[in-house]
């Protein structure tokens, strides 16, 4: 859950973190300083590269304005995208290492509890009513470990129940011989 | 009385704001000036705003006149030590490691934020000439420490030979795209701290012989024969000489201080005799040099040149000219100041301009605008940037290289005895 919600929060982060600097530099008050300093440059260079005499027809100045605010817009978009990368680096790679992590923690949470119900399973199979699942403190599936675990301790005890039945009969009573052997096969807790 | 009894400081500030003398208002303005430098440089880079225009970029030039108004600001005490010296040392720093360049010659327009270039400017030959010279001078105003290393750092750095472009004048800039631009530094204007800066370089100089190169174009204006810029705008005849002490320096009889003496007071002329068409202007209000106007930014100016006007005065143009014109210049500072005061004085200082027959006011301040006053005043009063800055040895380098004092004074060529600054 925790690992849920810091990488969302990362990636929400990261996803308005870049539009939110690409729309700034495209508000409308950002594109009107743009523009007004884009006249303000072109008059720059009119006032220092023009020769002496020389007119500006107003048309020419549009274009050089244009030409100008143009370059301008590439240079932010330019500026958008290495922004972005630098951003990408900077949270997307702390952001892979977290999920890496967390998916690794997460895998041995379920991995470790499954490896143990596969081993007890085959004990049972050998017909060992001693065996118990033993989880580790962070594990996932305690609660069905602890209702397994009963339910074999309940298995344990009956059978054990059975085998000391099966003996205590003795003599006096002629039992089937499949039935004790069948009984002295599994592994119990009490014989 | 009642406002008095309310607000006890309220009349004294009014009364000084009245009486303030010749050097307290120039004092005042000069530290106006210096605070632009100190709210619109960016605290991460030290890079210093073009102008206060929303969006703005940063200037190189205007960021060298930073260097050079933050030494004086900490000089006259408005600076602390530790704020001066730590903006400086943060804007080298930026210069050198982190602001794009090509050869050693900055983009005239960089991002505050990163120094990237902007605006697809170019690598500007005079604006980092003044970037340099702003940074010699803080070298020479913290000498003995890290600023003075990293200003030479920066400055041996510059391969001016390399933008010559394989001509005998240096090229205006260079473009990644398209190489050099197609246009040299041709004619008299700011260019002799651009020639000053490559001919004195310990590491790239230019030969001492394209001194000569560059036109010397001449005219007669208001009685006197002027070599002028081709836009007659004041800036070109003050920018070299805020940094540079021309008062001794004669140049094949040509002696620049002069020379912007009469240009000053040839723009005043101009302005006395279209007075009558146009509002702003008069005796006491002139000042035509590249600024804001009613219909953007102009290279506008007086006779002999281009003398491209509309009517707009900018009072750092006459400001500027303290040195040259004292009288004059302050005339007009104080008669900009105090009728215009509402509408054309701010927070740092001077706004860029404005002009009476079309009732526009420039809301604006440009950082180069504000930064030349700033070494101008300084200069008026204690000489205060050209004593330093005459000593650094690329500066006697080139002096010596090109022969400017060669011919002693009586030989017949004009020197000004030094400006007596206003007590």
Partial sequence: ?191 | MLLCAFFPHSGILFAAEETLSDQELLRKIQRDSIQYFVDCSDPGTGLTLDSTQPGSPSSIAATGFSLAALAIGQKQGWLSYQQAYHQILKTLETALNGAQHQKGFFYHFLDPKTGRRVWGSEASSIDTALFIAGALLAGEYFKGTPIETLSQQIYDRVDWKWMLNRSDLICMGWKPQTGFLPYYWDSYSELMILQALAIGSPTHPIPPSLWNQWSRFEEEYNGARIVYSHTGSLFTYQYAQAFIDFRKLNDQGINYFENSKNASLANRQFCIENSSEFLTYGKDSWGLTASLGPGGYKAYGALPGQALHDGTVAPYGSAASIVFTPEESLNAIRFFYENFRDQLYGKYGFKDSFNLGKDWWAQEYLGIDQGIMVLMIENYFSEGVWKPFMKIPAIQKWIRACRLNAVPPEAGLSSPAPSEPVS
Avoid: C
């Avoid at chain 1, 690409?22 to 020769?51: C, G, H, W």
């Avoid at chain 1, 580790?136 to 000391?164: C, H, Q």
């Avoid at chain 1, 499949?178 to 119990?188: I, N, R």
């Fill in chain 1, 1 to 191: 859950m925790v690992l849920l919600i810091i990488s969302t929060t990362l990636i929400f982060a990261l996803h308005f973190g870049i539009w939110g600097y690409a729309l700034k530099e495209f508000s409308d008050e950002s594109v009107r300083n743009a523009l007004k300093m884009t006249s303000r440059l072109n008059d720059y260079e009119i006032a220092r590269y023009q020769p002496a005499g020389e007119v500006t027809l107003p048309k020419l100045a549009l274009l050089r304005e244009t030409e100008l605010f143009s370059s301008r817009q590439r240079e932010i978009l330019q500026g958008i995208l290495s922004e972005t990368q630098k951003r990408t680096i900077f949270l997307g790679i702390p952001l892979l290492f977290f999920i890496g992590w967390g998916s690794i923690f997460i895998s041995h949470k379920i991995a470790g509890p499954l490896y143990h119900f596969n081993r007890i399973f085959k004990e049972l199979k050998a017909k060992n009513l001693t065996a118990r699942v033993r989880l580790r403190k962070y594990d996932e599936g305690k609660k069905i470990a602890e209702t397994f675990n009963e339910a074999v301790l309940e298995l344990d005890r009956s059978v054990a129940k059975m085998k000391k039945a099966a003996r205590e009969a003795g003599e006096g009573v002629k039992l089937p011989n499949a039935l004790t052997e069948e009984l002295s096969q599994f592994k119990t807790t009490q014989n």
